[in-house]
């Protein structure tokens, strides 16, 4: 049976930090339990709702449909699918700060997601914030299913920290990962971020010889990107120094930060898989890989994100919009959008390329009946991208400039 990932959006925070721009909100607990209630119902309304507004997900009426297109169209737009025939065997439960919501909030949504699919669930995640970890509440999230956890903790050092408007410190780290050993996770991710305000050469090692002496099993490390709608991003734009504006590092020192994170962790035995991301052998993050492959996956929350194979669509950003059109019975959605073949072939360049294992280029090209030569050889005679038969990949010691790639090849 198809497999299926399930994103559920948790768009409440307990502050905000400078840097982020997404649509999550500081708002009274109180509103948590209806929000819940609202994700709950659309789990498990989504196939009656989906069908209403014609989208693809579950019909039987759309399969006959496609199995009429070229094959040629069938094959580049992806595998046809049907919810109610796929096992749900990821969740990812993200923020926002999800880990704010109570356990049993938690618990209701995973039960949604066990009453409504047939799953058979092997990687449970929660993304979390080392504050919020007690360990009354991370022996609950265990017992409800969740078997990993991704902390959200950007850096090991306090100035660092405090300039980005993060709530947690360093000590609560260590005082966090201990909590979540005991109660029985053995899966955990940490976030780090290069090019945080104050960040040094000396700053950011340390940050990174403490993630090695703490041993999670997958780490992520993201660029800081400047968003110019953040409290960072307008200070930066008017030149002022609130929020540590002046002490950002500059791109050319961000590089060198990723460069460091790549040896670090290829020394403490982390398998570089994906342009972001490293993980200790068998703990690449099985939800994520999805996202990369263009595997099918349902969001659920508002701002989720869902993709059938040959469609994507978006719930409504504003939580209150989401929690009052599930409420009233209406499908959240606020944005659709069918695949064309050119879209879906730049998502498998994009997309495929972001893995280190790169691409299958006779593949892509018969699928979608193209020929790439014309753009990728001279990114190979650059040394951007490496060529070794029909496998196509990034120079493993160039994608600090990876975007390059990217830009080139989306022209
Ligand atoms: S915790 Fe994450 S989602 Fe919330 S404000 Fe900070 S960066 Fe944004």
Request: proline content about 3%.
């Amino acid at each position: 049976m198809k497999k299926l990932g399930i994103y559920v959006q948790v768009p409440f925070c307990q502050t905000k930090c400078t840097y982020c721009n997404f649509h999550t909100g500081v708002v009274a607990s109180s509103r948590f339990a209806p929000y819940v209630e609202a994700v709950c119902r659309e789990i498990r309304e989504h196939q009656e709702s989906l069908r209403a507004a014609g989208v693809n997900c579950g019909s039987e009426i759309d399969e006959k449909a496609h199995s009429q297109d070229s094959s040629r169209q069938n094959r580049a737009m992806g595998q046809r699918w049907l919810c109610h025939e796929a096992v749900v065997d990821t969740v990812y439960i993200g923020g926002g700060t999800p880990s704010l919501l109570d356990p049993a909030h938690l618990r209701d949504i995973l039960e949604a997601i066990r009453s409504t699919f047939v799953t058979e669930l092997v990687e449970v995640t929660l993304e979390a914030d080392p504050e919020t970890i007690e360990a009354e509440k991370a022996v609950a999230w265990v017992a409800a299913g969740i078997n990993r956890v991704s902390f959200g903790l950007q850096s090991f050092v306090d100035k660092e920290l405090i300039a980005a408007g993060r709530m947690h410190r360093r000590a609560d780290i260590y005082r966090a990962v201990p909590i979540l050993r005991a109660a029985g996770i053995r899966n955990i991710n940490f976030d780090l971020i290069a090019g945080l305000p104050h960040q040094t050469k000396e700053s950011w090692r340390r940050s990174l010889d403490e993630l090695a002496w703490l041993a999670p099993e997958h780490v992520s490390v993201y660029l800081l990107e400047i968003d110019e709608g953040s409290r960072l991003g307008k200070e930066l734009l008017l030149g002022g120094g609130k929020y540590s504006a002046g002490a950002v590092p500059s791109e050319d020192e961000m590089a060198d930060y990723y460069e460091m994170a790549q040896e670090a962790l290829g020394a403490a035995g982390y398998h570089h898989y994906e342009i972001s991301n490293w993980a200790k052998p068998g703990y690449e993050s099985k939800h994520n890989l999805k996202y990369w492959q263009r595997e099918p996956y349902l969001g659920f929350g508002a701002g989720a994100h869902s993709f059938s194979g040959t469609e994507r669509w978006a719930n409504a950003h504003d939580a209150g919009e989401y929690v009052t059109a599930v409420q009233g019975g209406r499908l959240p959605v606020e944005q659709y959008e069918r695949l064309t073949t050119e879209s879906a072939l730049e998502e498998e360049l994009f997309l495929g390329l972001r893995q280190l294992d790169g691409i299958d280029l006779d593949r892509i090209e018969q699928e979608y009946g193209v020929t790439l030569a014309g753009k990728l050889d001279p990114l190979a005679l650059a040394g951007l991208v490496k060529r070794e038969g029909s496998l196509v990949r990034l120079a493993p010691e160039r994608l600090s400039v990876s975007n390059e790639v990217f830009v080139e090849l989306m022209r």
